[in-house]
């Protein structure tokens, strides 16, 4: 078994060689802190994580590193507009960052730095390019001069005699190519500044993400990753910075996740054509939020709907019944006879295999349905169930559960503590005819709570003309 990776930095399927033995460094761009995330933010979040879990599986030490962009001009807009200051901002939608990602079931960065704390490191970079004339000031600005920079354009593929032809004349004069990028901004009155041999200013966006990578994982590190957006310019801008400085490869794998669009056009804050993660997770849980994003491989384009949303939740439910079906507990002791170990060995090799093609999620959740499905099939043969077929079909459910663990799911514990089925059902109907009653008597409060008190637990009630029916939902 061997791991390819797609490398947009060459364009192909690269197999996958560590720079340290048994240890993958990496880095994931993360949020700029001035908003709630919305949903297609939650895409790389989502699946660079599972992305660290199966590297984990597989043997990998990894060092993961997410950095949270809290030194950026719309962060400054942002406050302008709520009327706060800079630090408000970033520190509310950092801590709203934080909550947000934990209800997705992401695992914590070893790492989370914030650009506000490596801005001297930054200024040094800065000084670094400048000196080795790489970067010049101007008027208190300091702009990277991209003519300068070797084989400029190779990650995102675009041709600078190109990009110039497109590239429209900049107002601003203080740049001696309008392709330039600022690496040193000069703060305009009421902006936020930090002290400079160039002026009292801020760092560049691009600036800041190679000095926190690399402050973590070194030069070279092993993946970067982010959402396509970031290809051009972030990322081609990041290799110019830190290859013209360190003379050194700055990464050897390029990530990208495809868009989350909506209407076919991709969904961003600047369109509004978005939902905040915060507003889907009312509806859905977090894990049918991952399920949803691992079901499409990571690099095809996914069109958010409310219709996938469902498919989602129910492929998961899918799943999960057949777990409970199969009397699953992850608290069972589990004895790993030759037989399963055989089984198990069947199963994940193909999920290993569907993972390591630059991990194909879609394919191997594709396994997870397989062996749902055969365990469906062996409960509902017309026949009482022998034991020994009962021991057969948990052993396939802990297959099932073993790998879906490795790409994040199955992390609902109460979602295996059915096993109470009649009883269960039994309550819910004479709580459904209390409610009714209640409903007769015209005492809505208490009606409601008992539906509101259902829903906390997952179970939707559906009033319909003959009676009320219910749900259980995630
Ligand atoms: P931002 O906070 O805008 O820097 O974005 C955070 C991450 O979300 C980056 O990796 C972006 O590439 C990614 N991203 C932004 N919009 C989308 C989208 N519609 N679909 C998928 N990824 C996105
Ligand atoms: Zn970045």
Partial sequence: MALKIYNTLTRTKELFVPIEEGKV???????????????????????????????????????????ITDIEDKIIKSANEEN??????????????????????????????????????????????????YAYESDGDVFMSVEKVANYGKLSGKLIDKLQVGARVEENQA??????????????????????PWSKG????????????????????????????????????????????????????????????????????????????????????????????????????????????????????????SLRLADFSPKSEFNETEQFKEAFSKYEQKFISALEDDFNTASGIAVLFEISREIKKRLSKNKKITKQEKQDVYLLAVILYRLGKIIGLFNKEEKFQKNIDRNFEDILGL????????????????????????????????????????????
Avoid at 175 to 196: G, I
Avoid at 289 to 303: N, T, W
Wanted: proline share 4%.
């Fill in 202 to 321: 801020r760092p560049g966006w691009h600036t800041e993400c190679v000095v926190m990578s690399q402050h973590y994982l070194g030069t070279p590190f092993d993946i970067h990753c982010g959402g396509i957006d970031l290809i051009f310019p972030h990322h081609e801008n990041e290799i110019a910075q830190a290859e013209s400085a360190s003379g050194k490869k700055f990464v050897n794998y390029w990530m990208h996740n495809e868009y989350l669009n909506i209407k076919g056009e991709k969904m961003s804050k600047s369109l509004g054509n978005f939902f905040t993660t915060r507003e889907i997770l009312k509806k859905y849980d977090g894990e049918v939020i991952r399920m949803f994003f691992l079901s499409k491989h990571y690099r095809s384009p996914i069109d958010f709907s409310e219709q996938l949303m469902i498919e989602a939740q129910k492929g998961l439910e899918n799943l999960y019944n």
């Fill in 25 to 67: 460094k990496m880095y994931v761009c993360g949020p700029t802190v001035y908003n709630f995330f919305h949903i297609g933010n939650a895409r790389p979040f989502i699946v660079f994580d599972a992305f660290r879990h199966f590297l984990q599986y597989i043997g990998y030490q990894v060092i993961y590193v997410q950095n």
């Fill in 175 to 196: 740049k001696r190519n309008p392709l330039d990028f600022v690496l040193w901004k000069k703060a305009k009155p009421n902006e936020p500044f930090w002290e400079s």
């Fill in 431 to 474: 709580l459904i005819k209390i409610r009714e009653e209640l409903r007769q008597r015209q005492d809505w409060e208490l009606a409601d709570k008992i539906r509101i008190g259902l829903k906390k637990l997952g179970i939707i009630l559906i009033d319909k003309k003959d009676g009320t029916e219910w749900e259980v939902v995630l």
């Fill in 84 to 133: 706060v200051s800079t630090a408000e901002i970033a520190s509310k939608y950092t801590k709203a960052f934080f909550k947000d990602i934990e209800k997705l079931g992401i695992k914590k960065a070893d790492y989370y730095p914030k650009a506000s704390a490596f801005v001297k490191e930054m200024i040094e970079l800065i000084k670094v390019l400048i000196e080795k004339d």
